[in-house]
Structure formats: structure tokens, C-alpha cells
């Protein structure tokens, strides 16, 4: 799928005097190489590809700062680059422009413990940060999935499948510093739990894909690790019975830690791939967290409510190697999927609607898919109304393409008709400029443009993403 | 106290056209008697009153929507009021210009009991909502003590004894419909409970304190109301063995509903005013929400903490007539100290600081008193590291005023110098101002003034608040 880009790209010779400029005041830490370029424009979709001109690697914030002010006096864009792992082409590069690469930007700068936050550079990712943390006794709870940097999580709003108890990356960044247009650092905030000390400039940077300038700290809440962790699994006759039990447990505020729906197809894909013997019809996997007590209590109240809403058999343990069991069906759901068709393009999707309407989102889509002849399993981030579809389409079968596109666009109004949203965690970036104004209106995309235009006059950050062309 | 007032009157033609065109429009709704001029302009500090031009009642949007239009033709400053519980000087008049007061505009839209979200009016207060919500099983959390306004609540970021289980009403709200400068309608959000899709306006819109447009209408999260709830008190040697306790319990992970804390002035002032017998030292108070077992299981966990930390008898109780006693006295801390010193003002301050300094931070404030010669009692939401102090003084002598601003300064420079802020939940206003750079450094301001400048460039929307004078 392609695109409209209509940015200009940055005349040959301001771009050869930018990376001249850079080159002599960085030496190797900037790369112009093929290879390295393509690496940090792939997409992992079906978005075309748009690699940086360079790829630059800074060591501390002040290289940022440097790499920035060089680049907003020849007005060559930059594009913050952490694992690559987003999906709606944020990390492209359209206009051409310097690719900031946060590898070596690692380091895990404080610890505080008894205030459960922590102070960190944007390369941290979180299964490093974790790491980090293990002897602590504290962990970071959000996990999208990938390995993902905290600096791309910030950006792009990310969250996941804990994100029903502990939040989204939103809720548990407490500051950030912002390198600016001119190469100053906007400090956003304080080590204090809450402020309402002025504009929250801490969540206007969240999300906003590193068009408004580049994050080089983050400070982030921690949590305790859970005294005890019990897994549980439980089948249903229908989507619509899984997403009541899920209501049902929200509502009389069982506190879930995690709770995903993998519907049948997607069951049917974890079977084969995994060797497992899963009733084929879809399916809650649950994790709750709390003392041997709460889990426990907590896990008999849900199997209930599951009883009560069709569910088959409920199993809930506590025994490490017994919830990793229950839980690889779903860590693997992706490789499952690329299993089920080997050659086949996967595009990954995701939209958010209103709990009460999940299911009938949830049945249409499956419908949509039967009607168009493609094939796309669904998991769920059930708790907050979030779904993905991994749809698998032949890129070189443009007929087949067409109608993934078709299924796409119906997916986006579907929810948004629902009083939901285009994307609940993957973001904006290049794919869905187009489903910003049907989402919130052209004055919600008009105050975007003006804070846009206020911030980052050059439009230098990350051009070309998020806002839809005037 | 007074505050800085650079800014200019509107003219008194341009504002008697404006108030004449407003007349013909609106009839009784606008209202110029000085008495409701006044009502609208005070402040419950010590900060000077500034009464409005005049005084508009709302019934719908569309009203505000054509209140804002006229303003904005004549460039007359437009100041949201909610309840006028604010505590610096958020609905002052500097310039003058119209108060919208939102009394009329008081309706639950819809109630969405699934999804655990209702959408209201602005001028729905927390009470009001949690009346209506009643019989539904849901209430909204969030109690900053006064009676406020959603639309207030959601203007100045306000939180209170819950926010440390529910988050403040940064976390409660999901989206937000706000009249902009051309009188248009700007929708923030959907009913997702969580969505990547663009710039964060919710968040950008929550604590803005009117400055950036009027908030006509508020999608918002509640909850299931706890099956059970218990109180508890415990008493300490210290404040440090408190602040101990209370991290503690934070970080083992007891999901504590309220967790207040009373210093020994303060227990003193709320035995003589409420009759009672606390020991007159550091006092926690202290709430806990769930199933029958997992309060029980809260608080036993908790008392023995407590032991660990030096605490006296710990008792917990879930009868509500006995729940009440307990909390009375904390509902009452204001009265207490009314009453400790009739006559004289009280002034609210209160400042956040990361939890591990709460105990240095309270006690070198207790300290200061001292030195002095000013009595403040303090009441803290020590799990937010956010306290209060009541500073008592005659504000007819100018020498005791000086030494409670001087008090003040020192407060907020303490908190700030531990990693904290200037404020955790009364906002910037107009009495806070002079903070904010010595807080978050001029890079943050010159952000805010770019975005106020960019969404409200005639600079109409509560002129005179939160950013400082250039």
C-alpha cells in the first residue's frame, strides 16, 4: 500500500552540506550506508518503505541537541528511531532527513525505589529495563509485545496486555526532556506523582510521534512484582459470551492484570502451531496478580462469571511453568499466523471500541472477512476494547491487496461508527492520517496542525506523519 | 496578597457593545448586578478579587458556542466558572470581561454502564453525579473535599484522598468537547478507553484552567462502587514513620483506597472541634475498598506495617456509621482550623513531592512554622506525596502576612528542591505563577506560550492565568 507524500525532499546540495556539517562534527557516529538506511526505513507493513538519507547514533543528549540544531539550519528533518518496531510507518522517512537512532542511549540513569519511578534514556527497551530492575523487586508493567524502546513506547502512545490494570505507557511516564527546535530540552515535568502545575506537556509529547521534538529522558513509574501470579484459560461458545464475562468482571472490579481474547480462527492457528489441543472456539486467557489470597479469590469469582456466560472449564495456576504454557499460544499468536499462510504478507491493525460494543465489533469483522474472502485472526486486549487483526494478504496480488485495503477501511468506520477509535495503541504515523478528521472532526485536527505549527515552525520533527496534508 | 496585573481593561465602549450585543442575544442569562459580579470574581485566598463585566448563564453549547463568538468580535476576555471553589484565583477577572457560569448546564447525558463511562455537562458537580449514578452500582472516584464542578474538577487537573487507588481526573477522563476561539466545537477524544490516534487535546484541554477554550461537555470513566469498604486509623510517633508506612504499603502492593495523613497540630485542632480523643500526634487515616476478604485482608496486612513503622493500635472497622466517625475528623480539618483562630484567614496551599522526601518535606515545613511564629496545620494525601497547609493570618497585619508569604515561597521552593512541584492539585492560577520557571525551566513556559498563542491567539480564554507575564 502506498501512500500520498507529498513533501518535498531536501534539495542535493543543502542535504550534502547538512551531512557534511554533521560528518565533521560526528565522525562515525553517522552512517550513510545503504544497508543501514534501508534498515531504518522498513516498515513492518505493507507501507512502502522510505529510508532516512543518514542514520546518526547519538551517545547523550547533547549530541541530540547538536544533531538538531545542525539539521534545523539546513531545515533536513530528523526522525527519532528506537527498535523499529512500529507499525504505521512513524519511523519512514518521506522528506528525506537524519534518522536518530537510540541504541546506544541505554542507560538506566536512576533507581528511586521507595518513590517506585525511575529515571531513564529513551534506548532503555523494556525487557532490558526489567532486567535492570529484577533484584529490585519492582518491575515496569506495560509490554506491547515487541521489545520495544521506552522512547518509542512514549511516542507512540503504546500499551498492551496489562494495560487493563497498570494503564497505557500514558498513565506511568511521569516527565520527559524534549529536545526543542533550536536545540534546547523542554523539561515536562517533576518527580512528584501528580502536578497541575501548568499545560501537560508531558502527554502532548506522548503519542505524538516524534513530531514535536525528540525525547533524550523519560521519567517512568514502577511497580511492585506481584506476590503471586496465577494464569487461568477458559473457552466460550462466542465472542459475545467472552465479552460479557469480561464486563461482568470489569464491572464488579475483579482486577484483572491481563485478560486476551483469541477468537477461533486465531485458536484454530495457535493448535496448529503450537501443537496444542485447544477447543477451537474462541478464548480468554487471563493473568491475575495480587497476594496467594487475592489471586486466588480473584480467579474463583471470575470462573463464576465465566460459568455464568457460557464458558467451558476454567483452569487458574499459579505454577510458573503451567501459566507459560497457558500463555505461549498467545506470545506466539503472530508466528502462528505467518505459519498458517508461509509466503503470505502479514499486516497488523488494531482499533478500540466501547467494551459494551467489542462483541458486535468483534462478529462483524469476522463477517467482513467470510464476505471478502480473506483470512485474519483476532486476538484482543479484551479488558479495555482494543482488538488487532493480522491480516494475511499475497503483496503481489493486487486484486487480493484491494480488497485487504476494503477490509481495512470498513474495519477503521466500524469502530469509529461504534464510538471507538481508528487506533487504540499502534498509532497514526502514515497509514491512518486518513481516519483522523472522520474520527474527531477537522477543528480537533486544526488545533493538532496550529500546536504543530507552534512547536516545530520548521516542520523539521518527523515530517509527514500524524497530521493528514491540508 | 496581591498578584501582578499588567493587563490591560477592555475599553469601555468596545465592552459596552460587547455586553449590549450580548444582551440582545441572551436577555436574563447575562447578568450585570455587582452583587453576582462579585460572587463570580472572589477568591477563597488571600489573593485580591477581580469581579467580571459581567455574569453569563448558559443552558446549552450552542449558547457558549455564540457567547464566545461575540466575545471574541469584541476581544472581551471569556472566564469558565464552575463552582468557584478554585484556590488561585482561577476565576478572577484581571481584565475584565464575561464569567460563564455553568449552573444551568448541570445534566448527566448518558450513562453508560458496560462501558463504565457516562458523558455530562460541565456543570455537573461530584456529588450531584455520584447522586445520579446511585442506584446503578457505579460512582465517579475522584474527591478533591469541596463540592466542585466536573468541568472545574477537569480544568484545573484536580485529584483528592482518592486519587491514590483511581488516579486524578488526568486518568478519569477519556474526551472532552471544548468551544474554540471562533466559537467552533474541537471533540478530543471517543468512548475508547484508550486510543494512539494523534495529538493528546484530552490531556492538553485537563488543567489548561480555562485558557485554551470552554469545556461544554465531558466523557468520563467510573466505577464499580466496592462491595466493601473499610476505615482505619493509626496513629505514629513521627511524621517519618508515617510517610514509612505508607511507602510500604505501596510498594508490597496494598491497593489502599485513601490514605491521608493528619499532623499532630492538625489532630489537635480536629479534638477540639470535633470533641474527639486522638493521641495528638501524626495521625493516618486510612480506607480500603473490595470484596469482604481482600479488605480484610488489606488491612491486616497493613497493621502489621504499621507495627513495623512504629504505629500505635491500629483499628478497622466496616460499619459505616463507625467509617464515618472515623473520617469525620478529616472532613472537617478545615473547619478545625477555622476554629482554631476565629477571625482570621486560612489560606490553602498545597505542593507534591515525590513520596521517599514526604517526611524531610513535612517536617522541615513544620519546622519553618516554627521559626516563623505561623501556625499552618497540614494534611497530607501521603500516598501521592501531596500535602496541604492552612495557613492561618490576620490579613490586616501586613507584618504577619509578610511572614506567611515568606512561608509560602519557602514551601514550595523546599518541594520543588527535593524533585517535587509547586502544586499537585489547586493549580497555577494567578498565585502560582512565579513558580513555574524556577519548576520546569523557561524551555516548558515558551512551549505553553506558543500553544496558548497558537489555540487562543487574541487571547481571550481567561486571559492573566498560568502563564506568566513575558
Given at each position: 500500500m502506498t501512500v500520498a507524500n507529498h513533501l518535498p525532499r531536501v534539495e542535493p546540495k543543502v542535504l550534502a552540506a547538512a551531512l557534511e556539517a554533521l560528518a565533521v562534527r560526528f565522525g562515525n557516529l553517522l552512517v550513510t550506508s545503504r544497508a543501514v538506511r534501508e534498515h531504518h526505513g522498513h516498515?513492518?507493513?505493507w507501507l512502502q518503505s522510505q529510508p532516512p538519507d543518514a542514520v546518526f547514533f547519538p551517545q547523550e543528549a547533547s549530541d541530540v541537541q547538536d544533531v538538531v540544531r545542525i539539521c534545523a539550519r539546513h531545515r533536513v528533518p530528523v526522525i527519532a528511531y528506537g527498535?523499529?518496531?512500529?507499525?504505521?510507518?512513524?519511523?519512514?522517512a518521506p522528506a528525506g532527513g537524519v534518522s536518530i537512532d537510540f541504541?546506544?542511549?541505554?542507560?538506566?540513569?536512576?533507581?528511586h525505589a521507595d518513590d517506585l519511578d525511575c529515571v531513564i534514556q529513551p534506548g532503555v527497551t523494556r525487557k532490558a529495563l526489567n532486567e535492570h530492575l529484577r533484584d529490585s523487586g519492582l518491575f515496569f508493567p506495560i509490554d506491547p509485545g515487541a521489545d520495544a524502546s521506552l522512547g518509542g513506547m512514549a511516542s507512540t502512545r503504546a500499551s498492551g496486555t496489562n494495560a487493563v490494570r497498570y494503564g497505557t505507557i500514558r498513565e506511568n511516564v511521569l516527565a520527559l526532556k524534549v529536545v526543542r527546535g533550536d536545540g534546547e530540552i523542554i523539561t515536562t515535568g517533576?518527580?512528584?506523582?501528580?502536578?497541575?502545575?501548568?499545560?501537560d506537556l508531558t502527554h502532548l509529547f506522548i503519542g505524538a510521534e516524534g513530531t514535536l521534538g525528540i525525547i533524550t529522558e523519560l521519567t517512568i513509574r514502577l511497580r511492585g512484582i506481584p506476590e503471586t501470579i496465577a494464569a487461568a484459560a477458559c473457552s466460550f461458545d462466542s465472542v459475545a459470551g467472552a465479552c460479557q464475562a469480561t464486563i461482568l468482571a470489569i464491572q464488579t472490579g475483579i482486577p484483572v492484570a491481563r485478560i486476551e481474547l483469541l477468537n477461533a480462527e486465531q485458536v484454530r492457528a495457535c493448535n496448529s502451531y503450537s501443537k496444542l489441543s485447544l477447543p477451537e472456539t474462541p478464548l480468554l486467557l487471563l493473568e491475575f496478580h495480587g497476594s496467594a489470597n487475592e489471586v486466588a479469590e480473584q480467579s474463583k469469582n471470575f470462573g463464576e462469571i465465566a460459568r455464568e456466560c457460557g464458558g467451558g472449564d476454567f483452569t487458574w495456576t499459579t505454577r510458573p511453568e503451567d501459566r507459560t504454557r497457558l500463555w505461549q499460544a498467545r506470545h506466539d499468536a503472530y508466528w502462528a499466523v505467518k505459519a498458517l499462510r508461509p509466503g503470505a504478507g502479514v499486516v497488523a491493525t488494531d482499533v478500540c471500541v466501547p467494551i459494551s460494543r467489542l462483541a458486535d465489533c468483534v462478529t462483524d469483522t469476522e463477517d467482513d472477512l467470510k464476505r471478502l474472502k480473506l483470512q485474519s485472526p483476532i486476538v484482543g486486549h479484551v479488558g479495555d476494547g482494543n482488538f488487532h487483526c493480522s491480516l494475511m494478504c499475497d503483496v503481489e496480488d493486487s486484486e487480493e491487496m484491494a480488497r485487504g485495503e476494503e477490509f481495512m477501511h470498513r474495519l477503521v468506520e466500524r469502530a469509529q461508527s461504534m464510538g471507538?477509535?481508528?487506533?487504540?495503541?499502534?498509532?497514526?504515523?502514515?497509514?491512518?492520517?486518513?481516519?483522523l478528521v472522520g474520527e474527531l472532526g477537522g477543528e480537533a485536527i486544526e488545533a493538532m496542525r496550529a500546536i504543530k505549527q507552534a512547536l516545530d515552525p520548521q516542520n523539521i520533527?518527523?515530517?509527514?506523519?500524524i497530521i493528514p496534508p491540508l
Open positions: 516498515t513492518t507493513t527498535t523499529g518496531t512500529s507499525l504505521e510507518g512513524q519511523i519512514n541504541r546506544d542511549m541505554n542507560k538506566v540513569l536512576q533507581v517533576t518527580r512528584a506523582k501528580k502536578s497541575s502545575a501548568g499545560y471507538g477509535t481508528c487506533t487504540g495503541e499502534h498509532g497514526i504515523g502514515q497509514g491512518k492520517q486518513k481516519y520533527f518527523n515530517p509527514g506523519k
